[in-house]
């Protein structure tokens, strides 16, 4: 069965300090990755994917990811957080098994960005 | 444009009562997702639907039931609710496309069971 690692739980940073959130995946095949942010109080919205192509990854607000399949890693960066960043992070991962969707999600790392 | 809503927003209920949880979409998008959020294990997979009367065992589908007679709704049914049921329910639509896994989350319910 898949699996993802997020083995970052709780990030804090100051306003303009980089940013990488870890993901790593188990499954060796054909997979999709995602990021999902969820600000306080809010749903969960999709800030970047990977689906073929570019491994370098550009989605909104500045947030980019790598895709290295040989670590098998979808790492999150971000060169200078905001404090509007502060929210939690979810690395996913998805497959196509058997013709259906399979998703697998991290368990999140929060991030707390201080003024 | 209501895009996926939820209801209720908020829920406090008594064990052993039968709760609903209802999930709405104007996409037609085919797959429907319901997750559960707790703090430690992140979104966890309860049940899931591929298309209108399909419907398959997520993660932790112990105590829940679901139901799709329309492709828009995919209400989940807490048959006689624990507290360890007590959590943060999030419903997810996706389309039929393979290459677009993404997902498209409502606002969540928040549910608690006293």
């Known amino acids: 069965a898949q699996s993802v690692s997020q083995h970052n739980h709780h990030v804090i940073l100051s306003e303009a300090a980089s940013l990488e959130l870890g993901c790593n995946y188990s499954?060796?095949?054909?997979?999709?990755l995602f990021w999902y942010v969820q600000y306080p109080g809010q749903h969960l919205q999709l800030l970047l994917k990977?689906?073929?192509?570019?491994?370098l990854v550009k989605g909104i607000k500045g947030f980019e990811a790598e895709f290295i399949k040989s670590k098998f890693s979808f790492n999150l960066r971000k060169p200078s957080v905001q404090w509007s960043d502060t929210a939690e992070y979810f690395c996913a991962v998805a497959l196509n098994s058997g013709g259906y969707q399979k998703v697998t999600f991290g368990t999140g790392t929060k991030l707390q960005v201080i003024p | 444009d209501a895009g996926i809503t939820q209801s209720p927003r908020y829920k406090i209920t008594e064990t052993g009562r039968q709760v609903t949880l209802m999930c709405h979409q104007t996409?037609?998008?085919?797959?429907m997702f319901w997750y559960r959020q707790d703090l430690g294990h992140g979104l966890r997979l309860i049940y899931y639907?591929?298309?209108?009367?399909?419907?398959d065992k997520g993660e932790v589908p112990d105590g829940y039931v679901v139901s799709r007679s329309k492709t828009e709704n995919f209400p989940l049914t807490l048959e006689s609710a624990t507290r360890s049921q007590t959590s943060v329910y999030f419903c997810?639509?996706?389309?039929?496309?393979?290459?677009?896994?993404?997902?498209?989350f409502g606002p969540g319910t928040r549910l608690t069971v006293t």
């Open positions: 990977y689906f073929s192509g570019d491994p």
């Open positions: 499954y060796g095949g054909t997979v999709n």
């Open positions: 639907s591929a298309a209108a009367d399909i419907t």
């Open positions: 996409w037609s998008h085919s797959y």
């Open positions: 997810a639509s996706s389309g039929a496309d393979r290459v677009s896994y993404e997902q498209y």
